[in-house]
């Protein structure tokens, strides 16, 4: 299947710090989704982008849709030790029949210093 | 808030058993999907279905089935449990592009 190339694979900061991560794919995406797990849970979805250049923020996360439509990144600012997890980023093919099934990076594991 | 409840959080099951995953949304919503975790390989899409007794196979049908006799509900089925089976398994619905998904089934297979 698609896949999505998805760095860091893992992040060890400081509480307070901000961190960045990414996807990229060599497929165009109309719709790219960014969710955080908990262990032991589902994934929850934190950020939804519909269109290329789109920057969208919710609280203290930022995520922008790239300009190609194939890549896209996820900000935190201000790190807090809850903020640990695994992030994953998604996207939604635009062609093809199947256009409502979304690829999924293999995520980035958080882990925030106190 | 959309809901995605899955039967079970955790569930053990002997080598050769047929095995029930069972999914229930409350938001009427189209498309359901189920997933697998495993660690280092993401989530991998198993089935899909994008409408009532609709169906079409993901990533990594072999071993699997499905069932959607109602909108609201999406059953994963293991014909016959294999010790590789074991996982994580993730339902989720969507609506405009975004999944939401369930609490998950830690499923063991011994």
Redesign the interface.
């Known amino acids: 299947?698609q896949q999505l190339n998805q760095s860091p694979q893992s992040m060890f900061i400081q509480e307070g710090e901000d961190v960045s991560m990414n996807c990229t794919s060599s497929s165009i995406f109309?719709?790219w989704?960014w969710?955080k797990q908990d262990p032991?849970?589902?994934?929850?979805?934190l950020i939804?982008l519909?269109k290329a250049g789109e920057l969208t923020s919710n609280g203290r996360l930022t995520a922008q849709f790239g300009i190609t439509r194939k890549d896209s990144f996820l900000n935190i600012s201000a790190s807090i030790p809850s903020d640990v997890g695994i992030y994953?980023c998604?996207g939604?093919l635009l062609s093809g029949g199947?256009n409502?099934?979304?690829t999924?990076?293999?995520?980035t594991l958080l882990t925030v210093n106190p | 808030d959309v809901k995605?409840t899955q039967s079970s959080r955790y569930l053990v099951k002997r080598t050769g058993e047929k095995v029930f995953l069972e999914c229930v949304q409350d938001m009427d919503h189209e498309?359901m999907?189920w997933?697998r975790q495993d660690p280092?390989?993401?989530?991998?899409?198993i089935y899909?279905s994008?409408d009532v007794k609709m169906k079409?196979k993901?990533?990594i049908p072999e071993g699997y089935s499905v069932s959607r006799e109602k909108k609201e509900r999406f059953s994963l089925i293991l014909e016959s449990a294999s010790t590789n089976q074991t996982s994580m398994y993730?339902c989720?619905s969507?609506l405009d592009?975004?999944?939401?998904?369930?609490?998950?089934t830690?499923l063991t297979v011994v």
């Open positions: 299947g109309n719709t989704l969710y032991g849970e589902g994934p929850v979805l939804a519909y994953f998604a939604q199947s409502y099934k979304l999924f990076g293999k995520g | 995605v498309n999907f997933y280092g390989l993401g989530l991998r899409l899909f994008y079409e993901g990533d993730l989720a969507s592009g975004r999944a939401f998904f369930g609490q998950g830690r």
